[in-house]
């Protein structure tokens, strides 16, 4: 199997076309996959947005630099510029996936694989250049898919080589030994190495990023003259970075599924405690229920005992207009419910004893007896239907 070996690339333009032609607009022209921008791609395809909108890119390029200004100092005075056109204004990074675009599509596992790949990318890029970075997307059209970052700086000035590493290295060495005094030819030949040296510590935080734990190389053996134990050492290492990480995606996967499964069985939980404070509160109330019918049935004896007494005195009685009047009514109100189902009986059983009564004092009519002490005048007492 041919060695997976990772491509990442940096490069800044200007507005003003290079010796090959390329500039901002045909930057994202190309990347667009606008006419007469592709002419390398024979069937091209849209691109696909990863992170901004690459359609308002040239707008939000063009609104950027209209809004910043160089500084110009000439006979002592400090004048502001419009940015030159040649100013370096747009920062790209193309990153280049090494397995062929058919593979990617024919394999499930190496779709997936692909996928974890790119968001490594794009978060190990947000992770250089936080807000910098504007634009993010991918192409399918060529022989490897690969990922566009188009970056603005947020220099005063537009100076899109601030985000390049390997520019700003050269500058700080060439003006650094320029300083102190070494020939300008040494000068920049000491920038253009500081320059390389930079990049590759650029790409190797990328590959230590991203590339080893998709079990991708650095560089290709003969590069850097490996023995073939040597390299294969460094692949069998590299196999075990990509199982980590597809063991490390499996668990990632895991855990988002428990965690779903937590939200599921939290409102579950909620649902079940809302189900028992309702169905607690119904057992309050019918306890309550049960306490006071307990009272009144507890009630039932001396209310019993009153009527009884009432009867004897004949101090109770029933008018449909008023109701009952009775001597004391406290027990037959504490009897409740009790006395609402026994209050028909009981009228029954007063109309039977006053007629009784009433018999009887026919009866002394004719016979007439000593007079009967007068009866105490009972208080009026409501139907126990108003209980």
């Known amino acids: 199997m041919r060695p997976q070996i990772i491509f990442i690339h940096c490069q800044s333009f200007s507005r003003k076309p290079n010796k090959a032609g390329q500039c901002v607009s045909q930057v994202i022209g190309e990347g667009l996959r606008l006419g007469g921008y592709h002419p390398h791609v024979e069937t091209p395809k849209p691109p696909i947005p990863i992170f901004g909108d690459p359609t308002t890119f040239q707008l939000m390029h063009d609104a950027h630099v209209s809004e910043r200004k160089t500084c110009a100092v000439k006979n002592g005075a400090v004048s502001e510029r419009a940015i030159r056109q040649d100013r370096h204004t747009l920062c790209t990074i193309v990153a280049s996936y090494p397995t062929p675009t058919t593979a990617v599509e024919g394999s499930s596992e190496e779709l997936a694989r692909f996928k974890r790949w790119v968001d490594l990318t794009v978060a190990w890029v947000r992770e250089q250049y936080a807000d910098q970075l504007k634009v993010a997307l991918a192409h399918i059209d060529e022989p490897h898919p690969h990922l566009h970052f188009w970056l603005l700086p947020d220099d005063p000035s537009a100076d899109a080589a601030l985000l390049h590493p390997g520019k700003v290295a050269r500058r700080e060495t060439e003006a650094r030994l320029k300083s102190e005094g070494v020939p300008p030819r040494e000068a920049v030949a000491a920038g253009n ?26 560089d290709g053996p003969n590069r850097r003259r490996l023995s073939r134990s040597q390299y294969m050492a460094e692949q069998a290492m590299l196999d075990h970075h990509r199982n980590l990480e597809a063991d490390r995606v499996r668990l990632e996967e895991q855990v988002a599924e428990l965690e779903k499964q937590a939200v599921v069985l939290a409102a579950q939980q909620r649902e079940l405690e809302a189900k028992a404070e309702v169905f607690l509160g119904q057992a309050e109330q019918h306890h309550l229920r049960m306490q006071t019918e307990a009272a009144q049935v507890a009630a039932l004896g001396p209310m019993l005992d009153a009527l009884v007494s009432e009867l004897e005195n004949q101090t109770i009685s029933f008018d449909p207009e008023t109701g009952w009047r009775v001597r004391d009514p406290s027990p037959f109100r504490a009897a409740g419910k009790v006395w609402t189902r026994l209050e028909p009986a009981i009228r029954r059983l ?8 009433d018999g009887r004092g026919t009866a002394a009519s004719r016979d007439p007896e000593p007079t009967a002490p007068p009866r105490p005048d009972p208080e009026s007492f409501e139907t126990a239907c108003s209980m």
């Open 193 to 218: 190495r500081a320059l390389k040296q930079s990049m590759r510590s650029w790409i190797d935080r990328y590959h230590r990023a991203v590339g080893a734990p998709l079990g991708m190389h650095r």
């Open 350 to 357: 007063v109309g039977m004893v006053q007629a009784a009564e």
